[in-house]
């Protein structure tokens, strides 16, 4: 395992982060608490050090096992969990991105990990109704108590994020470090604004769901699946994601790896160190993911999954990267300028 410094921080995490949604089956599908632990421990064995989890999974049964299994080592971990989505069902404000939930939320994580601080807090989802200055202001207070140490941001429009740290460096307010995303290759649709602006604010990412749900392990190939998981990822398996996950499949079987490990080693390969959130609802998968660390898809490969996963940026990207803006936005010296 190698170690990453998450953006323009100087913390050190793992380049693979271990998702925890799957520790406890309040759910239907998770891992019970033994499996849930042969998992931590094949992760953190590989010198696997930075823990994803949030307030809602499982029902608060995923903190409160991440707190229980680093209690014994807890200052060699980076745990990273998340606020915005409800603690109490139908209470108004129980969930958001506001203050009062903000707080509460922490109050609540803290118990249930049993830990003084939270190293990294990241902000679930944007609700669309809290004022960005509330958020940020909010998170600083925090940060001041010495409740969290970082800050980060998930599943959030880019405009918003770079409104947000904009604000924060203006203010002298703490910034947000991290950015959570679902990334993979059937999902690439961050490249038009999310990743780019990632790079311009030097903010760490984390890939969520990079197996897109299981899409791109092989396994949705065998006609024969499991029918319930088959319906929960249908909007992955239409005619382009099946032909990706083919492609995926024989370069594995070429390679002598799984089609897991290629798919995550294609994030883990993007440009600006992307760490991808590995989840595993049993040891045997959790130990083939990890797998992926043992070799890196060559260039020639990489440019093969590119290929058959490519998307259309849009406007405007499409549009400024066309041959007449560049003959005309250069006046033809466009390949002379060196980038």
Known sequence: MNYRLLGKSGLRVSELCLGTMTFGEEWGWGANKEESRKIFDAFAEAGGNFLDTANFY????????????????????????????????????????????????????????????????????????????????????????????YIAISDAPAWIVSQANTLADLRGWTQFIGLQIEYSLIQRTPERDLLPMAKAFNIGVTAWAPLAGGALSGKYLDANDDPKRLKENSSRLNERNTAIARVVKEMADDMGWSPSQV??????????????????????????????????????????????????????????LSDGVKENAYGGMYDRIIR
Not at 91 to 96: I, L
Not at 113 to 135: A, G, R
């Open 58 to 149: 499982t029902k608060g049964t995923s903190e409160k096992m991440v707190g229980e299994f680093i209690q014994a080592d807890r200052e060699r971990f980076v745990v990273a969990t998340k606020y915005t989505l409800y603690n109490k069902h139908g209470d108004v404000n129980a969930s958001g991105n506001h203050r009062k939930n903000l707080v509460q939320s922490i109050e609540a994580s803290l118990k249930r990990l049993n830990v003084d601080f939270i190293d990294l807090m990241y902000l679930h989802m944007w609700d669309s109704t809290t004022p960005v200055e509330e958020v940020m202001r909010g998170l600083d207070d925090l940060v001041r108590a010495g409740k969290i140490l």
């Open 263 to 320: 798919a995550i080693n294609w994030v883990r390969q993007q440009a600006g160190g992307i760490i991808p959130i590995v989840g595993a609802r049993n040891e045997k998968q959790i130990k083939d993911s990890l797998g992926a660390l043992k070799f890196t898809l060559s260039e020639e490969r990489l440019n093969k999954l590119n290929e058959v996963s490519k998307i259309e940026l849009g406007f405007p990207h499409d549009f400024l």
